[in-house]
């Protein structure tokens, strides 16, 4: 192990590691901390010029009730949550089809197809925004949830596919000859083999394009406008311009916006972390 | 059921056109469903963006045909000059990929920091990969009042080391990128950490203890022992480090909105600023800047892809 196990160094060290180790958290999280902190002041602490000292009066309940109450919040949220559950589902199950196909069988062109797909995935998003924009325009879809979904069904299907085939490439081989031998037909093998030996890659790309789908900012701009369809990170700004200056509602706002994901990711803090390091370990 | 009684006079068994075609049709219409949508949505806008990058167009009646009008006006061809607007995009984006690779160093020292075994260790590696789970719409927000002027907790840390940047960080336009910057190397650094902890837990310990004996140790054990074994996932790092820089819109659009006086805009964000401006779509005009933007992430792609290859020969 490296570098050198703690236990096998001074007690001196080993003290001090300890003492370092919350401190140096507490400097690397402290922009979170502080829109915490903001987040329970009243407002008049920010009209006084106390940003980073103690709240004078807990006001949390109030804020937080503002942003549930008396804005589009609630709104925004419930389009988040329409856009990325239906958008996981749907580049899962595509991906999921497309892996099997290109992890288990030999065809010519097999390459070609899974390149395109990581090749896909690494293009800038704006060499896609006007095409894709027009053709939302056209199937009347500008400004609907459905519009946002099938675009990111669609461009999130190039991660996930790679993802997918490299984890089916790992899967025992002869256990999917078997059932050919046995003379299973071949959706029965997916269906039955090899589905149920993908549920981690399923549960950690599902817990992934969550992330990644609700944390989304450009399309939204670029598909969506106003309440209507847009989701929570493109409604903060709204939100933003609602309460200008209002930092204690700003902190709240953004504090309801982060949470969903980062309860996600400590629900499924294990699938999420084997998910982003795919790779790192041959 | 009459057809059993017929005597089976041709073994092995006439099959259906779909049975003994079905290992090489099978993958096909697996792969339907998703090279359909992929196609649709990526691979057809790619072409579809060049197209119209040669045309002037306001996104709602005829593209006028312009040839290389929009590129020889970007890139200051004939008796114009260069347009300066991306001019600067395009050195931020350089500023941007050169800076975001701090992001693999400063996350490995992080790794190395915390791979102990002392009590609670998974939870702080669990919160120190935080600020990569949130969005950047937020982090933007958040960093954008850790930068506010006077009020701000940055001006007051300058400030007591007795050193004021005018009108605050994103206020200053030969500051404002580097502000933005490290705002992006925050969540950033947190994914290369959790890369380098992954790939630490899987370096070999009987090379280790075979180096210790040979008397390698600190930094020279780092250098020869430990980094070559982590090469995967300084790999991923690398790619998802230059993507990740040259895709920066969320934080420039939330911090400073391309400003001041246009000193933050990169390509991407100032193709989003054309193409769909206050003052009139100017779609292939934009096009023409995501063509440039493609281009160069197109080097970067082909590197991997070449990368990828090499492993995908070795393998089965």
Known sequence: MFPTPIEKSSRQWQISYQLILPLVLILWLAPLLAVALFSIKPDADFVNGNFWGMPSSFEMFNNYGKVFFESNMPKYLLNSLFITIPTVIGAVALSAMAGFALGVYRFKGNLLIFFMFIAGNFVPFQILMVPVRDLTIQMGMYDTVAGLVLFHVAFQTGFCTLFMRNFIRALPFPLIEAARVEGIAEWKIFWYVVLPLMKPALAALAVLIFTFIWNDYFWAVVLTQGPNAQPVTAGITEFNSQFRAAYHLMSAGSIVAALPPVLMFFIMQKHFIAGLTLGAVK | ?316
């Open chain 2, 1 to 316: 059921m009459t057809v059993t009684a017929v005597p089976d006079t041709s073994p092995p068994v006439e099959r259906g056109w779909y049975k003994r075609n079905e290992i090489a049709i099978t993958p096909w219409l697996f792969l339907l469903p998703a090279m359909l949508f992929f196609a649709v949505y990526v691979i057809i806008p790619i072409g579809q963006s060049f197209w119209i990058s040669f045309h002037q167009w306001d996104g709602l009646g005829e593209k006028t045909w312009v040839g290389t009008a929009n590129y020889e006006r970007l890139l200051g061809i004939g008796d114009q000059n260069i347009d300066r607007k991306f001019e600067t995009s395009f050195w931020n984006n350089i500023k941007w990929l050169i800076l975001y690779l701090l992001a693999i160093p400063l996350g490995l020292f992080i790794s190395l920091f915390l791979n102990q075994t002392v009590r609670g260790i998974r939870l702080y590696k669990s919160l120190f990969f935080f600020p990569f789970v949130i969005s950047q719409v937020v982090v933007g927000l958040v960093f954008s009042w850790f930068y506010l002027p006077n009020v701000g907790l940055f001006d007051q840390m300058t400030g007591f080391f007795g050193f004021q940047i005018k009108g605050g960080m994103l206020g200053n336009p030969d500051w404002a990128t580097y502000g933005i910057i490290m705002a992006g190397l925050w969540p950033q650094t947190a994914y290369c950490m959790i890369l380098y902890l992954t790939g630490l837990n899987a370096v070999d310990p009987e090379q280790v203890e075979a180096a210790r004996l040979d008397g390698a140790k600190g930094w020279k054990m780092l250098w020869y022992v430990i980094i070559p074994q982590l090469k995967p996932a300084t790999f991923i790092a690398f790619v998802v480090t230059i993507i990740g820089a040259l895709r920066s819109f969320d934080l420039i659009s939330v911090m400073t909105n391309g400003g001041p006086f246009g000193s933050t805009r990169v390509l991407s964000f100032y193709m989003f600023e054309e193409a769909l401006s206050e003052f009139g779509f100017r779609m292939g005009y934009g096009s023409a800047i995501a063509v440039v933007l493609f281009f160069i992430m197109l080097g970067f792609i082909i590197y991997f892809l070449w990368s990828m290859y090499q492993d995908e020969k070795g393998g089965r």
